[in-house]
């Protein structure tokens, strides 16, 4: 299976809301609403932040929020704080109960 | 509280089998839902799914590297082992091992273990 598609990297300023898109397929995205997303900061473990689409973990800040149409995936972050930038990865469950990551995208709040 | 810690090798030579053991608190691996997996990531890349080992001892592996991937677990140690048969230069990552909880992601992850191959 090949890895999902995410832009290489966006950016916002402080206060703006930024969209990061994933792309599957109908055996990955499209199939299953069991999409997670993935926080990275540099030289740090990944922290979920999104799962099963659009569900936040206890302790996630409401300004990350998911959502899915057709075989694309995507993660919004509204009132972009510094703190927010890092590397964020989408990550679907596929077809014959395997797991598939995004290439990973890496936000720049400007 | 859960928590996850990788440990092995940190350099293999090529051709070699990496042995990676994830030792976990927290949760048991006989509970109803619960998985452990393994994931890698190169030095500047991105994330790859390796393997899944589920609480009934369901395995699941990733297709392009099934070949040379083993997942097995040891319940009364909370221990997952990892292995991957021949090793390249190309494997070269931090390897992580993470908590599937009953919602289908990787809730809680461990610090990952840096593996060099080189010989």
């Known amino acids: 299976q090949s890895a999902l598609t995410q832009p290489a990297s966006v950016s916002g300023s402080p206060g703006q809301s930024i969209t990061i898109s994933c792309t599957g397929t109908?055996?990955?995205?499209?199939?299953?609403?069991?999409v997670s997303w993935y926080q990275q900061h540099p030289g740090k473990a990944p922290k979920l932040m999104i799962y099963?689409?659009?569900r936040r973990p206890s302790g996630v800040s409401n300004r990350f929020s998911g959502s899915k149409s057709g075989n694309t995936a995507s993660l919004t972050i509204s009132g972009l704080q510094a703190e927010d930038e890092a590397d964020y990865y989408c990550c679907s469950y596929a077809t014959s109960g395997s797991w598939v990551f995004g290439g990973g995208t890496k936000l720049t709040v400007l | 509280q859960i928590t996850l810690k990788e440990s092995g090798p940190t350099l293999v030579k090529p051709t070699q089998t990496l042995t990676l053991t994830c030792t976990f608190s927290g949760f048991s691996l006989s509970t109803n839902g619960v998985g452990v997996g393994w994931i890698r990531q190169p030095p500047g890349k991105a994330l790859e799914w390796l393997a899944l080992i589920y609480w009934d001892d369901h395995k699941r592996y990733s297709p392009s590297l099934k070949s040379r991937l083993t997942i097995t677990k040891d319940t009364s140690k909370n221990q997952v082992v990892l292995t991957l048969t021949n090793m390249e230069p190309v494997d070269k990552a931090t390897y992580y091992c993470a908590h599937r909880g009953g919602h289908d992601a990787f809730d809680i992850w461990g610090q990952g273990t840096m593996v060099t191959v080189s010989s």
């Open positions: 099963e689409g659009r």
């Open positions: 109908s055996s990955d995205v499209g199939s299953y609403n069991l």
